[in-house]
């Protein structure tokens, strides 16, 4: 029994650095990269990440974030039609890792309007 506790308690840290993380970068976006717009996430620390104001199709996307900003992502219409223009990303690491990407973007971002 005191086995299956400690695996819940360490399953409850983990969503919450989780949960920590993605209110991180939801209000990253919001204040600092308001032209990338960030879905709610329903109980995951996947983010789908709304990019159509960038005026990129899917392939140059994917391009400019893994080579220019260093940030690898899954292109939205990996998952079907509805996905073009949006971008899925997780935010299931180091919150030092995930706030670097996000410079790196918003960096990239601010020189290409």
Aim: glycine share 6%; aromatic share 12%; net charge positive.
């Amino acid at each position: 029994m005191r086995n299956l506790q400690f695996f819940g308690n360490v399953n409850n840290q983990i969503c919450n650095c989780q949960n920590i993380n993605v209110d991180f970068a939801r209000r990253y976006f919001q204040e600092r990269i308001p032209r990338i717009k960030v879905t709610n996430p329903e109980g995951t620390y996947l983010l789908w990440l709304d990019c159509r104001e960038l005026g990129l199709d899917h392939v140059a996307l994917k391009e400019w974030m893994l080579k220019k900003a260093k940030v690898a992502i899954v292109p939205g219409s990996e998952f079907g039609k509805n996905g073009e223009g949006f971008i899925r990303c997780s935010f299931a690491t180091d919150y030092r890792l995930i706030e670097k990407a996000l410079e790196r973007m918003e960096k990239f971002l601010a020189k290409h309007k």
